[in-house]
Each structure stands twice: as structure tokens, then as C-alpha cells.
């Protein structure tokens, strides 16, 4: 399982397809936004924790397609479906791998970029907790959606119209932390129904995608 974990770990930097993409996208939406309504300091604070969200969200996104088709293409996915590990055990470890290559170094990122956008000095810890705690179910959706169009050709657009609904609660909840961080108010509420959200995306997804990888390997 370890040895799996650190093979998926290796694949997405060399692949090109790990932190680097997902932090220079990151990056580029962060600088854009103030070019696009101004630098208004009130107007970029306000609207700070929807565009860092969006931002991640969208970071995460580019990546997903490689979670499955290098193994698709290479046989080794028809391997870990007859594999003695189970094949569910197997599909959160390449969500596993996804997130540490691409949602913690956002986490890690997040701060640097919210100081750009003028994100209030309250905010920044809850900006990084919320990631934190949201960004795992952003991979486990992710993991299910490219288990759905693996093997399909030009599957990515598909997988974006699948994802992206789904990763509307995340984003909801998500930025809501920081915004009611920023303004002194209570947050456990919407942190815990971020939780909740990752917690069941790990819990019942990697069945669901593994599922979709017997039919599509058939």
C-alpha cells in the first residue's frame, strides 16, 4: 500500500501534472482577479475568499484526468483491479496521492496569495483551515469522476461537467468559513459541515469509483 502510495506520488511530478500546475494556476487567477475589478482594497477584501476557493478548486481540477489514464494506458490499473489489495483501498490511495500533490501545496500556498488579493488579517487562519479540511474531498470526488471517463477520449470536459456540481457544497462552505472568519463570527458550524462533507467523500466514494473502473475495464 505504501510502495503504491509513493509510486502515485512520483508519477504526478514527473507527469507534470502535480504541484506545479495546480500552484502556477492558483498563482495566475490570483493575479488576474485585481486587474478585473480593480485594486480597490474594500472590493478585494470582500470578495477574497470566493476568488482563493474558486481558485483552488479549479487548481484541483486540472490534475484529475491523470489520476486513472496513466495506469489506464500503461495496463496497470487492469493489474490493481485483480491485485490481492483491494481495488477501493486502491483508488483512495490515488486520491490520497492527488491531494498531497495538489491540495496541500494549496493549503500551503493559500496565504501568500490572499496577502495579493488583500484578504483581512482575521481570515487567514480559517483560509488555511478551510482548505485544509475541504480540499480532501475535492480529490475524493475528483477520484470518482475520473473513474467514470477513464479510457474515454477527450474525456476531461465530461469530467468537469461531473465534478463541478459536485463541488459546489465545498465551495459554499467553504469560503463561508473564511468570510465569517474575517468578520469575527462563528465558524464551527460551516467547518463542521465541511468536515462532514470530506469525511463521507473518503468514506463512500472509493467504492463508487471503484465500481466504475470494473465496468469500464470490462
Known amino acids: ?31 488576474l482577479v485585481p486587474f478585473g475589478v480593480g485594486p480597490e482594497g474594500g472590493t478585494l477584501a470582500r470578495i477574497a475568499p470566493g476568488i482563493l476557493w474558486v481558485g483552488a478548486l479549479l487548481a484541483c481540477l486540472l490534475s484529475l484526468d491523470r489520476i486513472f489514464a496513466l495506469d489506464y494506458e500503461d495496463g496497470t490499473l487492469d493489474l490493481l483491479a485483480t491485485a490481492p489489495v483491494p481495488l477501493e483501498a486502491a ?4 486520491a490520497v496521492a492527488h491531494w498531497l500533490t495538489t491540495g496541500l501545496p494549496l493549503v500551503v500556498a493559500a496565504p501568500v496569495l490572499g496577502v495579493l488579493l488583500q484578504l483581512p488579517g ?20 475528483g477520484a470518482f469522476g475520473a473513474a467514470l471517463t477513464v479510457g474515454l477520449k477527450r474525456g476531461g470536459l465530461l469530467l468537469s461537467l461531473i465534478v463541478l456540481p459536485l463541488y459546489i457544497p465545498s465551495l459554499i462552505f467553504g469560503a ?12 464551527e458550524t460551516a467547518l463542521l459541515l465541511l468536515a462532514a462533507i470530506s469525511v463521507g467523500a473518503f468514506a463512500l466514494l472509493p467504492f463508487a469509483a471503484a465500481a466504475a473502473l470494473r465496468v469500464n475495464l470490462r
Open 1 to 31: 500500500m505504501i510502495a503504491l502510495l509513493v509510486r502515485d506520488l512520483r508519477l504526478a511530478t514527473r507527469a507534470g501534472g502535480g504541484f506545479g500546475l495546480g500552484l502556477a494556476f492558483f498563482l495566475i487567477v490570483t493575479v
Open 91 to 94: 483508488v483512495a490511495l490515488k
Open 122 to 141: 482575521p481570515a487567514y487562519g480559517w483560509l488555511v483551515a478551510s482548505l485544509a479540511v475541504g480540499t480532501p474531498a475535492l480529490s475524493a470526488i
Open 176 to 187: 463561508e468559513v473564511v468570510i465569517r472568519g474575517a468578520d469575527g463570527r462563528a465558524v
